[in-house]
């Protein structure tokens, strides 16, 4: 079973959409978990972290759900520069530092 | 200035060759890794060191070596290229507090 699995998408949404997208990770140790943003061959960019008792930054929600393994990013008032591809990564606790990337999931957002 | 870079950005090279990709970074962190990219596989980790004198091996590290020759640089060679190593390589360095990790703008590697 892979460390992290997200759906790949691709997500084509209108402007101003809400979208949401999901994440579950396979170790119960896992201890930090994010959100990356990665646009079409350039690096990865951490876009938010996401804490036991959600966060937000702006347009962008994330949650985290212990007991089912889950994680969340929502995403409101799309705009055309929300076009990426959203990554799942997950610090499993006994090798901190070190980091599982799920595949990734593409959106798209279409005036 | 970025804040890790990596060189060259772009490589073409052919079958059996060695080549040598670097990584600086002047972000003070001890934490280094390299990743290879394929298009639908995601984010593979090749090596990773803690610092200069731990080096350890990720998924995928046949085909693969890494000098950390200071904090700040790493670099990942290739001692005889091959075909299927072409990918888009990344570098990234993490920070031990909070643990993520930042990345430098990537090196496109052709084997033909």
């Known amino acids: 079973r892979k460390e992290v699995e997200q759906d790949p998408g691709p997500f084509n949404v209108p402007e101003g959409a809400t979208v949401a997208f999901n994440c579950t990770y396979s170790n119960s140790a896992s201890q930090s978990f994010f959100w990356y943003r990665q646009d079409c061959r350039k690096e990865p960019k951490l876009l938010m972290s996401v804490y036991s008792s959600g966060n937000e930054d702006g347009r962008f929600t994330a949650q985290l759900n212990r007991a089912s393994q889950y994680i969340s990013l929502l995403i409101r008032d799309s705009k055309l520069s929300d076009s990426a591809t959203y990554l799942c990564?997950?610090?499993?606790?006994?090798?901190?530092?070190?980091?599982?990337f799920g595949r990734g999931t593409q959106l798209t957002v279409w005036p | 200035d970025a804040d890790v870079t990596q060189t060259p950005r772009n490589r073409i090279t052919k079958t059996g060759k060695r080549i040598m990709l670097e990584c600086s970074q002047t972000k003070g962190h001890d934490r280094m890794y390299w990743y290879r990219q394929d298009p639908g596989l995601g984010l593979r980790l090749i090596y990773y060191?803690?610092?200069?004198?731990?080096?350890n091996k990720g998924e995928i590290s046949d085909g693969y070596s890494v000098s950390r020759q200071a904090q700040a640089k790493f670099s990942l060679s290739l001692e005889s290229a091959i075909p299927n190593q072409t990918a888009l390589y990344f570098c990234?360095?993490?920070?031990?507090?909070?643990?993520?990790?930042?990345f430098g703008p990537g090196t496109r590697l052709t084997v033909t």
């Open positions: 060191s803690f610092d200069v004198k731990d080096i």
């Open positions: 990564v997950v610090n499993r606790g006994s090798t901190l530092g070190r980091l599982y």
């Open positions: 990234a360095t993490s920070d031990v507090g909070t643990g993520e990790q930042y």
